[in-house]
């Protein structure tokens, strides 16, 4: 029994983030913030989460019911006591296209997959590998998202309705150009004064959240405008539901129920067949949300460390998010991530647990039971209002400007390239082609820094070295892009030479490369019999070296801790010859 304990001890469990609000002194005071923290939290996330699930594809009440039943799972199995998770806009870019091409049923599916994967990575503890993508990577295709989020909500804000867009967006951005001509002043008029409620209302320091304000303000235009005979396109008018034998306009006022994610239609409302075949052609958009939540989770837990002065468990936030994404789609909810401004306010607002997120779920599955009529009223001009006001602080245009400017070519290469990616082709490509970039250039910048260089024979501080003795010295890691570069140095000595000493006291690791490359120089050097000392391997080194039978051998090889007990060997080997 003890062996399994701690066989399952080694996985991170879920409801770490509980855990360390327990651990850290739980109190009805601190539950008191955390019911005012969620309230706050419901009230931004209604209008958030209906204009990200339109912005996706697919009607709002998928994803108001990500908000519910995602933002509590996950909040309550995870490993940030204050990530505060539903839909986001970093996944438009990712998800419109499978909506297109699959239908609800199909990302749902994607959804579903995705979560196997983020649990995979909570399990197998790869939560710190995250750490390793690199900013500008990750600048260009946030950036790139925000530009095609940008984009793809200008046919709502002009009012031009009747546009079918498509997931290439270069042929999209040409499609709106031409189709300017027929916009609807009382759309964009719409869309303008909601935005600029949005710009302006976060001035006025007011408690009410700017998106429901903004969408309050461009509700009550749209109104007036009915009422003088001018009808605007809403949430009503756009979308209908059919459920149990129920239908209606707008948002079913209805809890989120139970169903199979294969039972949802495809593209075209078409019906689904679940085979392998439609696995196999969503596994690559399913690798992305993955690596794409994991990402964004992870970066938003790490804000949120700073800001309170905690640490969460990336692991477990892992497990939490691949559960979340696991379970929600049964219930018609969407791809959902931690989300970055509705985490901050929830901080701001005063949180201390994750009881704070389970609140704002409620909070939102009450607007769906008893407001679906008032928010079916919201015109689609005022939802892409606030969308491009996410869209701009998604792209970080201050950021990014900066990182052209100051940052080296190479990184400034990257970030452009992952941008024009995003933008031009897809963020699955973008994502691979940045981190392949900055693998490579990362690789070229450790080469460089591993050289070999001759040392003089009486080198400072060292005893003089014996009539024939060859010091060399190898400086950084001894890696598959540099190892040869390195030992191409020592393969040209002089003919008078009989030993050579190499010093690799500055060489933190070996690989298999190197050790090939060691072995090769070693086999050269002996066949002109020349003998071949390593200085100050480490043991870990020296057993690496010997388990690839590279191990010490009279006259040929041999291993010292310092250049005096290589010179002592060298005398002998020549004594000996």
Same mark, same amino acid.
């Given at each position: ?78 490993? !940030? ?46 939560? !710190? ?190 497990v939490g998010q691949g559960i979340g994404n696991i379970v929600v789609p049964f219930f018609g909810g969407i791809t959902a991530t931690a989300a970055l ?47 491009l006001i996410i869209a701009w602080n998604m792209s970080e245009a201050k950021n990014f400007v900066h990182t052209l400017r100051t940052a080296p070519a ?36 450790m080469a460089q820094l591993t050289g070999a260089e001759r040392l003089p024979e009486r080198p400072a501080g060292s005893p003089e070295l014996p009539a ?110």
């Amino acid at each position: 029994m003890s062996r399994l304990w701690s066989a399952l001890s080694r996985f991170p469990l879920p409801g770490q983030a509980l855990a360390h609000a327990w651990q850290a002194g739980f109190s009805p005071g601190r539950l008191k913030n955390d019911v005012l923290a969620g309230l706050t939290i419901g009230v931004v996330a209604v209008p958030l989460s209906m204009a990200l699930a339109i912005a996706t594809g697919v009607a709002p009440q998928h994803g108001l019911y990500t908000a519910i039943v995602a933002g509590a799972l996950i909040a309550l199995t995870g490993g !940030s006591r204050f990530n505060i998770s539903g839909p986001t806009a970093a996944f438009v870019v990712i998800l419109f296209p499978i909506v297109s091409s699959y239908g609800l049923g199909g990302l749902l599916i994607a959804t579903l997959m995705a979560g196997i994967i983020l649990l995979t990575l909570g399990l197998a503890r790869l939560g !710190s590998l995250i750490q390793y993508v690199p900013y500008p990577v990750i600048l260009g295709f946030t950036a790139g998202i925000g530009t095609v989020i940008a984009l793809l909500q200008l046919p709502d804000f002009f009012g031009l309705s009747d546009l079918e867009l498509g997931d290439n967006t270069l042929a999209n951005a040409w499609l709106i150009a031409r189709s300017l001509p027929g916009l609807v002043p009382a759309e964009l008029g719409v869309g303008v004064i909601t935005l600029a409620t949005l710009l302006v209302w976060p001035r006025l320091k007011t408690p009410v959240p700017a998106p429901l304000a903004g969408l309050a303000v461009g509700t009550l235009v749209a109104l007036l405008l009915a009422a003088l005979g001018v009808e605007v396109d809403t949430i009503a008018s756009r979308f209908d539901w059919t459920i149990d034998g129920q239908s209606g306009s707008g948002i079913p006022p209805l809890a989120p129920s139970f169903d199979l994610p294969w039972h949802f239609p495809g593209a075209n409302s078409e019906p689904l067949t679940l085979d392998f075949a439609l696995i196999q052609a969503l596994l690559g958009p399913a690798l992305a949300i993955a690596l794409l939540a994991a990402i964004e989770s992870l970066l938003c837990a790490v804000v949120a460390d700073g800001l309170t002065r905690t640490r969460h468990d990336p692991n477990a936030e892992l497990v939490g998010q691949g559960i979340g994404n696991i379970v929600v789609p049964f219930f018609g909810g969407i791809t959902a991530t931690a989300a970055l401004a509705r985490t901050a306010t929830n901080i701001k607002s005063g949180a201390f647990s994750p009881l704070s997120a389970v609140v704002h779920s409620l909070v939102v599955l009450l607007a769906v039971v008893v407001l679906a009529g008032v928010l079916g009223r919201v015109p689609m001009s005022a939802l892409a209002a606030l969308l491009l006001i996410i869209a701009w602080n998604m792209s970080e245009a201050k950021n990014f400007v900066h990182t052209l400017r100051t940052a080296p070519a190479s990184d400034v290469g990257v970030l452009v390239i992952c941008f024009v990616l995003t933008v031009a082709f897809d963020m699955v490509v973008a994502v691979a082609v940045g981190i392949s970039l900055a693998a490579a250039l990362f690789i070229r910048r450790m080469a460089q820094l591993t050289g070999a260089e001759r040392l003089p024979e009486r080198p400072a501080g060292s005893p003089e070295l014996p009539a024939g003795t060859a010091l060399y010295r190898i400086s950084g890691p001894m890696f598959f892009g540099a190892a040869e570069k390195a030992i191409a140095t020592l393969r040209t000595v002089d003919q008078d030479v009989h030993t050579v000493l190499l010093d690799m006291r500055t060489v933190p690791s070996i690989d298999a490369t190197a050790m090939v490359a060691l072995d090769g120089l070693r086999r050269e050097l002996a066949e002109q019999h020349i003998g071949l000392v390593f200085i100050g391997l480490p043991a870990r080194m020296q057993l690496k070296l010997k388990r690839a039978g590279i191990g010490r051998r009279a006259g040929q090889l041999a291993m010292a801790e310092s250049v005096e007990r290589a010179a002592q060997l060298a005398r002998r080997w020549q004594a000996a010859g």
